[in-house]
């Protein structure tokens, strides 16, 4: 009895100190530059996307016109041009291509402030093909195995581009219902979080669709960008979450993303019955 009369008496206690306040709160985010920026040794026009954080998920970021973008080598230098039909978007030459054994420096020019990085290339190599299977509840397929999620030598990005709009019976549907783009890594480290990691959506296909494979190398330092990104997308919300924070950067100047360069290699597949 003794006991809850204490309890009582520390309850009101801990009510009387209490105090209502109100916290003014701006609500807008500050202005920082978000840096989409990865190079290939493909021969082609390459793109480099400029834009501001949004305050909410999903929402489509605003593009950061009107900037100076510079890519250069010890010895050459490439003045990229901003799309006139996709603003923020700035384009390499059509010739241009990565290299090996050269450091790439990205420049950035905007209001008065510029914006640097530095990346080099690792090696690609090759790769054997997915593994796809039958789903039971639709009969259509999906991937099962892209690459081990775990590697302590080889750090990749593996995009799947899947388009099944030439399969009798989908040629008549919007392309958003018959294409899909996954993003599978291979990483140095293994964490909790991401074996106890949230289910992800299951994209399913028909048979006869096709399916391009890419690999991305990526360099220690991309890598971990691309863990410490995983750690506060994909991987929050399952069992053992982490604290949330902001992702590291090879950016100079506070702003966000990374500047990455990387050998692909790619293969072709044709999902048969």
């Not at 982490?242 to 293969?267: D, K, Y």
Request: charge should be negative.
């Amino acid at each position: 009895m003794r006991r809850i009369w204490l309890l009582t008496v520390l309850m009101m206690f801990l009510h009387g100190c209490v105090k209502e306040t109100t916290w003014t709160s701006k609500g807008e985010l500050p202005v920082k530059l978000v840096v989409d920026a990865i190079l290939t040794d493909e021969v082609k026009a390459q793109a480099i996307r400029l834009t501001f954080p949004v305050p909410e998920l999903n929402q489509a970021p605003e593009p950061v016109a009107g900037a100076s973008v510079l890519i250069s080598n010890d010895d050459s230098t490439w003045q990229l041009t901003e799309s006139t039909v996709k603003p923020g978007t700035y384009n390499t030459p059509p010739y241009f291509y990565a290299r090996l054994q050269k450091t790439y420096t990205l420049l950035i020019s905007l209001n008065g402030r510029v914006y640097s990085a530095k990346a080099s290339m690792v090696p690609g190599t090759a790769f054997g093909e997915l593994q796809y299977v039958k789903d039971d509840g639709t009969g259509l397929y999906r991937v099962d195995w892209v690459a081990n999620a775990f590697s302590t030598e080889e750090a990749a990005m593996w995009e799947l581009l899947v388009d099944w709009s030439r399969v009798p019976g989908y040629a008549h549907l919007d392309s958003l219902e018959t294409h899909a783009r996954m993003l599978f890594y291979t990483l140095p480290t293994l964490d909790v979080s991401e074996v106890f990691a949230p289910m992800m959506q299951t994209v399913l296909f028909p048979a006869g669709t096709s399916i391009t494979e890419r690999r991305y190398s990526i360099s220690p330092e991309h890598a971990e960008f691309v863990r410490e990104m995983l750690m506060e997308t994909n991987w929050a919300g399952g069992l053992f979450p982490t604290a949330p924070a902001n992702v590291g950067t090879n950016i100079s100047s506070g702003a966000f993303g990374f500047f990455g360069v990387c050998a692909v290699t790619e293969l072709a597949v044709v999902i048969t019955p």
